[in-house]
């Protein structure tokens, strides 16, 4: 199982910017679609953008499309997403996850199997 840490979380304004980042310390990281969601208070868990083991196809969130770029470096073992134009919805606990399918680019929160602790965003307006 792999283990997952968010970090780059934090207070912005809205309009701003941040760069959340996912690191594993296992190297068998590449073999995974990595997929981020996000849970605001008194909200169920969403489904924010995932990215499959090898870069080849990624997927979004309508809420979020245009806004957030997920990534990765499979060589420093992080994915990334990369947050632009972020609005007061956008505040959440966001939390990244493994699918063991790495060729996919679920939704489903089912479809993951190691979860991280998350990292808290928040957007001021």
């Known amino acids: 199982q792999v283990h997952l840490v968010e970090s780059g979380g934090g207070l912005v304004q809205a309009g701003g910017s941040l760069r959340l980042s996912c690191t594993a310390s296992?190297?068998?990281?590449?073999?995974?679609?990595i997929g981020w969601f996000r849970q605001a208070p008194g909200k169920e868990r969403e489904f924010v953008a995932a990215?499959?083991?090898?870069?080849?196809?990624?997927y979004y969130a309508d809420s979020v499309k245009g806004r957030f770029t997920i990534s990765r470096d499979n060589a420093q073992n992080t994915a990334f997403l990369q947050m632009d134009s972020l609005k007061a919805e956008d505040t959440a606990v966001y939390y990244c996850?493994?699918?063991?399918?790495?060729?996919?680019?679920?939704?489903?929160?089912?479809?993951?199997?190691?979860w991280g602790q998350g990292t808290q965003v928040t957007v001021s307006s």
């Open positions: 996850a493994a699918d063991y399918k790495g060729w996919g680019t679920s939704r489903l929160e089912t479809d993951y199997r190691s």
């Open positions: 296992e190297r068998t990281f590449s073999r995974y679609a």
């Open positions: 990215i499959s083991w090898q870069r080849s196809s990624t």
